[in-house]
């Protein structure tokens, strides 16, 4: 009933930056929050960064100051800009969000595939 593709990963070298795109689909009446989660190779998936319909953002220390989260006029798209890229910013980016999708319904979590995100010289 919801999808999340996640969108603009790519190759970057360390001080680049990019911006990924958390797109929300199908039946979506309201979304609660959304966050960023990234997995690096041997690691465990970690928080990033979220941004609840409050517009209250939230951002893990190690991407404090280089990472803002933001969304679309049409509340349905979140971006994810990551600036002054660092290589241990390599890893696959998820997008997650809590969604509703019909009145008195409770709010469901869904998550994206991933997008890849490496950075390196």
């Known amino acids: 009933q919801v999808q999340l593709v996640e969108s603009g990963g790519g190759l970057v070298q360390p001080g680049g930056s990019l911006t990924l795109s958390c797109a929300v689909s199908?039946?979506?009446?309201?979304?609660?929050?959304v966050r960023w989660f990234r997995q690096a190779p041997g690691k465990e998936r970690e928080s990033v960064a979220s941004l609840n319909n409050f517009d209250k953002s939230n951002y893990a220390d190690s991407v404090k100051g280089r990472f803002t989260v933001s969304k679309h006029a049409d509340k349905n798209t979140v971006y994810l800009q990551m600036n002054n890229l660092k290589p241990e910013d390599t890893a696959v980016y998820f997008c997650n969000a809590e969604v509703r999708s019909y009145n008195n319904y409770p709010y469901v979590n869904y998550w994206g595939r991933g997008a890849q995100v490496t950075v390196t010289s």
């Open positions: 199908g039946v979506v009446l309201e979304i609660q929050i």
